[in-house]
């Protein structure tokens, strides 16, 4: 995509009327931008800066077969931040008057009367805005009907259904396709915006033997329909992953290795991009406080920021404030090499924002050499993890106590699901004990990770 | 007779009088169909925050809309328009309906329903009850006071948020609700730094009414002194201990324990699908004698009261255990039919972007004859834990959890020393059968919780007395 005047293309429409159609124009929602950008001149901002979003949507969920619940989704929405010098003022709104557009700057205007200058306000240096920027292949509108959805669902939890006779109840199928647009537009003269796609298949599905119930499910997401796992897969994924876990144990308080599945690994990662994203570091809320050139994991352990990868689900070519984003290391070689900022965050700390303003995007973890069964063979005995519940991060401390179920593994293989117990360490220790990353790379969301061995950490169970 | 707040902001500007709602009503439901509602909804929003020692932002939010929501049988159909106007309106209808094939049936008369009783809260907008200026001057007391506190302290940051949201219910039956909501919160959060460690501390409260309330009786100095304190305990914490073990748990915010280990699978649409650990098993004892829990949506001016519910039911006491034997389960409209009862005045959605569902509103255990004092001085060797993050469950298999944020060891009877926070984890159905000891302290919590489920968030109570559980699992890092 370009920064010249999108064309507009016909809208797909499918033969029984179901239409992904977005509503507003791009030329309608530009129209919007400028408009809010002038209200907010015409009041004194020295500057602004505005978003104007909508999206479509239709999610629809079968269970026992029957359609249980069919949902359009419309949503729209305006926000702008105001500059009157140092002093600064935020409102948004849904509705998409011509009165709410006023009503809406001139509440941002007077907060900003009232919120006090603060040296580091402001907008991003022109310098780094995106200019232009290519086609991420985001936009894949998928035409499914309600009735094909309807159809598409019932095939997922039938195939969960005729996976496994334990598998005796469900919470259901749903099949969710949205699409989106969204321009961004400042006083400095940025105007930027694009479409893009999120479609998804899930299943959730119960078991029952003579120890009780479990729940477990499957999804897939992306942003092109043919990119989703088919759907007898989802159902098949669902009923296994629920069946596993009947008869689950818990296990006698130990130190033992952990391994955590790719999804659960996601987690541990999260932890990291937030432990050095700009707020974490200007308010000393974080257990990487000053990290930069620190060896924070062991020195085979190299991640990377990759905003720009087509189609992948975290890929923006711009950040929130129009600065352009670039795929760069965060950690090379085991060491820290930038946080994540916004240009707030960059003024306060000193330094240049890295185009983060809306957080890390398409964080990945390089795979080491090992698939998933290697890692299991190289813990040899140890817990492997595949949910985790609750908080218990705590982010400045890096204090980590989390509820986990999973398998007990011996020998490389899974002896028997383990459920009701704890897994506890310290954040920056976990980390300089990572043993292993797999090759069973989840790339189901913003964070691309294979599984993680950490070598140590503590179980509390019985 | 229709709130003339909510006929003001809801239905005037789009010139929607009795004929115009009698013929909504008409086109959506009907014949064929077992309920459903159109949900008008406006609410405004403000959240001022503070770090640095300086109200550097603040946000100003307004929501508009209308969901129009058609049930038949065990199915839903869903549209919503956040613009309210006629035509945006039977458009959002005619989708909703498309899962009912029956005709329409013209038009459905509109009838207002009374109050059943006083309001739980006053209608007043609660981002007018104080002036800019002073909001700022309120956050820039609890910054002092926490920075006066101790020397320690190196970060102060703190939020006031306030929410002023109308509702108006038109049900399938034509019956007409209103409800004009307040809300609002104080947030603080402290980080203190003694010999390169660092620790946090947070505290908070609010309800439904003004701003004045943090102004009360200090109540603002004392969340931010509270933060302190608990920042200045986190430094001294050591290792906490992993393993099972007898847990004192301190009144108030603990009750997040009964919305985790119980709440939630009490909630109705996981028992009429079967998948809750506690589906079926109405009658059944499942915590120890002496104990009661309810939810309840009356209790005036509290975070998760309403008059009503999102479905227009007035909101009432349920009692969910009565001395240790389960006894109902919290429902709405659509459950309850599809169960054969009522609705408990559980119905609650985040938005009129979103479907409804049973939820809890404040959900608390009634009070024992323990002396607290006593229940400490009866533990041997424990965790005595007193504030706690958030929790979470698995609502089939009962598993809980739930995070200490201050916890203590506890050794022949005495509180010996903080130790670092940790994660408790449980199973639902047998945890309160472990309770031995129930405080006459009951407390509900200072009005800070959000209970999140299938993505929607809607403000929570809760609320217990002081507990001894004889057998958690507790999830330090010191295996013994």
Known sequence: MSTSPERVSPEPVSQDGEVQALSHSPESLQARVQRTLEAARERGASDVQTVVSHSVGLELGVRKGEIETLEHERDQSLSLIVYFGQSKGAASTTDFSDQALIDTVEAACRIARYTE????????????????????????????????????????????????????????ASVSTRRAIAFLGDSQGFMGGYRSTRHSLSCALVARDDAGMQRDYAYTVARHADDLTAAEQIGREAAERTVRRLGGRKLSTRNCPVLFAPEMARTLIGSFTRAISGPAQYRESSFLLNAVGENVFPAWMQIEERPLTPRALGSAPFDGEGVRTRNRPLIADGVLQSYTLDSYAARRLGLEST???????????????????????????????????????????????????????????LQYPVEEITIAGSLKDMFQRMAAVGTDVDRRGNIHTGSILIESMTVAGD | MIDRLAQQTLLDPAGLGDSELSTLLGTTFGHGIDGGDCYFQFASQEGWSLEDGIVKSASFNIERGVGIRVVRGEQTGFAYSDDIAMPAMLEAAKTARSIASAGQSGRIAVASRSPSRPALYAPDNPLDSLDEQTKIDLLKEVDAVARAEDSRVTQVMCSLAGVHEVVLVLNAQGELTTDVRPLVRLNVQVIVEQGGRRESGTSG???????????????????????????????????????????????GWPGVLLHEAIGHGLEGDFNRKGTSAFSGRIGEQVAAKGITIVDDGTLEG?????????????????????????????????????????????????????????????????????????????????????????????????????????????????????????????????????????????????????CGKEGQGVPVGVGQPTLRIDGMTVGGTQAA
Request: glycine content about 14%; charged content about 25%; hydrophobic content about 35%.
């Open chain 2, 205 to 251: 409260g609010g309800g439904r009414f003004g701003y004045q309330y943090f102004r009360e009786g200090g109540r603002a100095a004392g969340y931010a002194r509270e933060a302190v304190r608990q920042a200045l305990v986190n430094l001294e914490a050591r290792e906490a201990p992993a393993g099972t073990m007898k847990v004192v748990l301190g009144p």
């Open chain 1, 355 to 413: 185009g983060n303003a809306g957080g890390a995007r398409n964080v990945t973890v390089a795979p080491g050499d090992k698939d998933f069964a290697a890692l299991l063979a190289e813990m040899g005995t140890g817990f492997l993890v595949t949910e985790l519940i609750g908080q218990g991060v705590n982010m400045v401390t890096g204090d980590y106590s989390r509820g986990a179920a999973g398998f007990w593994v011996e020998n490389g293989e």
């Open chain 2, 302 to 450: 509290r975070r998760g009261s309403l008059n009503v519910d999102d479905e227009g039911n007035p909101t009432q006491q349920t009692v969910l255990i009565e001395d240790g034997v389960l006894r109902g389960y919290m429902q709405d409209e659509m459950n309850a039919r599809l169960m054969g009862t009522r609705s408990t005045g559980n119905g609650r959605r985040e938005s009129y972007a979103r479907l409804p569902m049973p939820r809890m509103t404040n959900t608390y255990m009634l009070g024992g004859d323990a002396d607290p004092e006593e229940i400490l001085a009866s533990v041997d060797d424990g965790l005595y834990a007193v504030n706690f993050g958030g929790g979470q469950v698995d609502i089939t298999s009962g598993k809980f959890v739930f995070s200490a944020s201050e916890a203590y060891r506890v050794e022949n009877g005495k509180v010996t020393y903080p130790v670092k926070g940790a994660t408790l984890i449980g199973n639902g159905p047998d945890v309160l059968t472990r309770v031995s000891m129930i405080g006459n302290d009951m407390k509900l919590d200072s009005g800070i919780g959000t």
């Open chain 1, 117 to 172: 200058p603060d040296p580091y306000a402001g907008m991003p240096d022109p310098a780094f805005k995106a200019a232009d920027w290519d086609d991420l292949d985001l936009d894949h509108p998928w035409d499914c009907s309600a009735a094909e959805a309807t159809e598409l669902a019932r095939t997922i939890e039938a195939a969960g259904f005729a996976a496994d006779e334990r598998i005796e109840n469900s919470e259901g």
